[in-house]
């Protein structure tokens, strides 16, 4: 049971190019997210899914774009990457059942658009 | 105005030492309060979590909850070299999920020898 698993660790981009962040659950949970990280702003939700086929903005959208094909992968797109895009991103699964307080969280993906 | 406040510290304390973390908060539908533990270079992982007002006790750790003065608080008695880390508060609401937390910025909290 590798939990939820994000690759890849680490990136560097130029500005314009475009690029996929994967993120694979294998717990069978419905929900999944994509936050940031930045320095002094904290985590900030960037798009999340409730299941497969459906998706919603959260705080930050603008410039990713997500799908949810699968239960299991919840990629997050970067058209055209920007240095304000430059973060450590973070993956999260989450139950559907029960009180699901909790978020299960990757490892992270470190960003670096120059 | 962020809708959750927390102190970015860095927080030094000497090991043994009784450890206070706290977080504000401005929105009033916030019900579910999280605390998450942030490793360097890691996820964060879930801690504690409280319902509403009131206490919540595991182990060397103490949630609390104070919802008439939007206040909620972290204690870590007999704190270890183990538990520095970046400890951030989370929220959501009543018929949110964890899938849409709001957090606050994290205070890293470093436990000396």
């Known amino acids: 049971n590798a939990g939820v698993t994000q690759t890849p660790k680490f990136q560097v981009l130029k500005t314009g190019q475009s690029m996929t962040l994967q993120c694979a659950q294998d717990?069978?949970?419905?929900?999944m997210s994509w936050y940031r990280q930045d320095p002094g702003m904290g985590l900030r939700l960037i798009h999340y899914s409730v299941g497969a086929g459906i998706t919603d903005q959260g705080e930050v959208p603008n410039g990713y774009n997500v799908s949810r094909s699968t239960t299991e992968d919840f990629p997050l797109r970067l058209l055209s990457a920007a240095p304000s895009q430059t973060s450590v991103y973070f993956c999260?699964?989450?139950?559907?059942?029960?009180?699901?307080?909790?978020?299960?969280f990757g490892q992270g993906t470190r960003l670096t658009v120059v | 105005q962020k809708e959750v406040e927390q102190d970015p510290g860095p927080l030094s304390v000497p090991e043994g030492a009784i450890v206070s973390l706290n977080c504000t908060y401005s929105?009033?539908?916030?019900?579910?309060f999280m605390w998450y533990r942030q490793y360097s270079r890691k996820g964060p992982e879930l801690l504690m979590y409280?319902?509403?007002?009131g206490n919540k006790e595991d182990g060397r750790f103490t949630a609390q909850v104070d919802k008439s003065s939007k206040y909620i608080s972290l204690f870590i008695r007999d704190s270890q070299p183990s538990d520095s880390a970046t400890y951030l508060c989370?929220?959501?609401?009543?018929?949110?999920?964890?899938?849409?937390?709001?957090f606050g910025t994290g205070t890293r909290l470093q436990v000396t020898l």
């Open positions: 989370a929220m959501m609401g009543e018929t949110g999920t964890a899938s849409k937390l709001t």
């Open positions: 999260a699964s989450t139950p559907a059942l029960g009180r699901n307080t909790e978020a299960f």
């Open positions: 717990m069978n949970h419905e929900y």
């Open positions: 929105n009033s539908a916030f019900q579910y």
């Open positions: 409280t319902y509403s007002s």
